[in-house]
C-alpha cells in the first residue's frame, strides 16, 4: 500500500494499524503456530464492530485481500496473509453472562478461557475445545468439539445467534429467524462468510467436573484401543475420554519413573455425580494394569486449562485431522506402529468421541456433515525447535496417510492444513454446494478466502 492509502486505513479506525517496518510489527504477525512466518502489508487490532467494518470495507474498495484473527491458533496459519490485511480481534474480549437466561453473549475476539471464566462464576459452560488460549470464535465456525461433547454436542449446537459484519461492510444478525441460511453456514462453513463480531450461546449447568487421567504402557494399546472402541460410545453421556498417543510429560501428577516414556493414555471429563469417581473410572483397568491412574474433582475451568502450560504459544506445529465412524482391527495395527516412533516429546495423536448428543442433532441441521462420527481424529507433530519441523511435519503426514484407508474421507476444518479444494469438500461431503450458494449469496467476490475456502457459486 502506498502512504496515502495506508493514511487513510489509519484514519478510518479506533485501533492502531501496524504495518513492515514499524515498532511491534513483527510481534503483531506471531501466532500460534511458530511454523508460520507470513507478512501481512498491515495488522488492524479491531476495537469494536464499527473497527471491523472499516476494516472490511477498506479491503473490499483497495483490492486488499482479507485475514481474520480472533485466537490465533490456526494450524494452518489462515489467519494471517502475506501482502493483505489482518483484522486482528484480540481487543474484543468481552464476555456477558445472563445467568437468568442461562445465555453468553461473547465477543469476536475472546479466548474460550475469558468464556469459561466468565460462565463458571454461575456454574454455566458451553461445550467447547479442550485448551483454555484457543479463540472462541474459530473453534466455534469450524464446529467445535471438546471436554462436553458426548453431554452438550458440538459447540455450534450452543449457538443461538451470531452479529456478522459481511463482505460488502453491512452488519447482521443472523439467527434461526433472521438470515438463516447464513445462520446454517456459519454452523461449522468457517470463516468463509463474513466477520463474527458477537456471538450468543446457550449455557449449561457444569460446575466441578470429574478429570480422570489412564495410562497405559504401549505394549498394551492394542487391547486398550479394542476396549475403548467398545466401551465409550456405550457409556454413559456424562462420561467423556480422548484416547490419546503421547510422551509423558516430566511433572505432576505423573509419578518420575514414568516422565519421557511413550505411551498411550485416555484423558476423561466426567459431569455426573463426583461421588462416584471410583465406580466410574474402574472400568479403565479393564484393558490391561494401567501404569498410572489418577483422579479428582477439577472446576471447569482448571480442566479446561490444564494443557496451556505444556503447549504454550510459539511451537512449532503440523497437524492433520481425520473422522472416524469405528476404529477397525487394522487401524489399531497403524496406531500401534506410529506410537512407536511419536518423533519428539510433544508430538501426539488424540482421538475425540463426537458422539453422545452430537448424534441427536439431524444431519442436515448445520453446516457440519459428519453427524455420523464417532471419533474425530487429530496427528499433531510438535517441537519448539525449527530444525524438528521436518520430522513432525513426516509423522504427521505418515500417520494420518496410513489411517486414511479406515477413515470417513473427511476432517473437521480446524485439523486441517492447507490441503486444497479437495480436502474441503471432502470435509462437507454433500453440504458442500448448498454452502457455496450461501457464499455466493454473502461473499460473492470471495473476499474472505483466507481460511479453508469455499468458492462462491
Given at each position: 500500500m ?13 485501533g ?48 486488499v ?15 494471517l ?5 489482518v ?40 461445550p ?129 519413573e ?62 492433520r ?22 518423533p ?11 458422539d ?34 521436518g ?12 489411517l ?27 453440504h ?19 481460511n ?6
Amino acid at each position: 500500500m502506498d502512504t496515502a492509502v495506508y493514511q487513510s486505513l489509519r484514519d478510518a479506525l479506533r485501533g492502531p494499524v501496524t504495518g513492515p517496518g514499524e515498532p511491534g510489527y513483527d510481534e503483531a504477525r506471531k501466532i500460534y503456530n511458530a511454523m508460520i512466518d507470513r507478512r501481512p502489508a498491515a495488522i488492524v487490532p479491531c476495537a469494536d464492530a464499527a473497527d471491523v467494518m472499516a476494516a472490511v470495507g477498506f479491503g473490499r474498495e483497495n483490492g486488499v485481500p482479507v485475514a481474520v484473527r480472533g485466537g490465533g491458533h490456526s494450524g494452518s496459519g489462515l489467519c494471517l496473509i502475506d501482502d493483505g490485511l489482518v483484522l486482528d480481534l484480540a481487543p474484543m474480549r468481552g464476555v456477558r453472562v445472563d445467568p437468568v437466561a442461562r445465555t453468553a453473549q461473547v465477543a469476536g475476539g475472546a479466548l474460550l478461557g475469558d468464556l469459561d471464566h466468565a460462565a463458571h462464576a454461575f456454574g454455566l459452560a458451553v461445550p467447547a475445545g479442550i485448551v483454555s488460549t484457543t479463540g472462541v470464535g474459530g473453534l466455534t465456525l469450524g464446529g467445535g468439539h471438546g471436554h462436553l461433547t458426548r453431554r452438550y454436542g458440538l459447540t455450534v449446537d450452543s449457538l443461538l445467534s451470531a452479529d456478522v459484519v459481511l463482505a460488502d461492510g453491512s452488519f447482521v444478525t443472523a439467527d434461526e429467524s433472521r438470515h438463516p441460511d447464513l445462520f446454517w453456514a456459519l454452523r461449522g462453513g468457517g470463516g468463509n462468510f463474513g466477520v463474527v463480531t458477537s456471538f450468543t450461546f446457550r449455557l449449561h449447568p457444569v460446575d466441578t467436573v470429574g478429570l480422570g487421567l489412564t495410562v497405559w504402557p504401549l505394549d498394551l494399546l492394542p487391547d486398550v484401543l479394542r476396549w475403548y472402541r467398545d466401551f465409550l460410545p456405550q457409556a454413559p453421556t456424562e462420561l467423556n475420554g480422548f484416547f490419546a498417543v503421547l510422551v509423558v510429560p516430566p511433572g505432576p501428577p505423573f509419578p518420575e519413573e514414568l516422565h519421557h516414556r511413550k505411551m498411550c493414555a485416555v484423558v476423561w471429563c466426567y459431569t455426573g455425580d463426583l461421588d462416584g469417581l471410583d465406580t466410574v473410572f474402574a472400568p479403565a483397568r479393564e484393558p490391561g494394569p494401567p501404569a498410572f491412574q489418577f483422579q479428582t474433582p477439577m472446576p471447569y475451568p482448571a480442566l479446561q486449562g490444564m494443557f496451556d502450560p505444556l503447549l504454550p504459544p510459539g511451537l512449532q506445529w503440523y497437524w492433520r485431522g481425520a473422522f472416524f465412524d469405528r476404529i477397525t482391527d487394522e487401524a489399531i495395527e497403524v496406531h500401534a506402529r506410529y506410537a512407536q516412533d511419536v518423533p519428539t516429546e510433544l508430538s501426539t495423536m488424540h482421538l475425540y468421541p463426537v458422539d453422545g448428543a452430537a448424534h441427536q442433532v439431524a444431519p442436515d441441521a448445520t453446516a457440519w456433515a459428519y453427524r455420523d462420527a464417532v471419533w474425530s481424529g487429530v496427528f499433531g507433530g510438535i517441537d519448539p525447535d525449527p530444525a524438528n519441523a521436518g520430522a513432525v511435519r513426516d509423522w504427521s503426514v505418515g500417520y494420518s496417510d496410513a489411517l486414511h484407508p479406515y477413515s470417513m474421507g473427511g476432517a473437521y476444518v480446524n485439523f486441517m492444513m492447507a490441503e486444497g479444494r479437495g480436502g474441503v469438500r471432502a470435509t462437507y461431503r454433500d453440504h458442500y454446494d448448498r454452502l457455496a450458494r450461501i457464499k455466493g449469496t454473502y461473499d460473492p467476490d470471495n473476499l474472505f478466502r483466507a481460511n479453508q475456502n469455499i468458492e462462491p457459486a
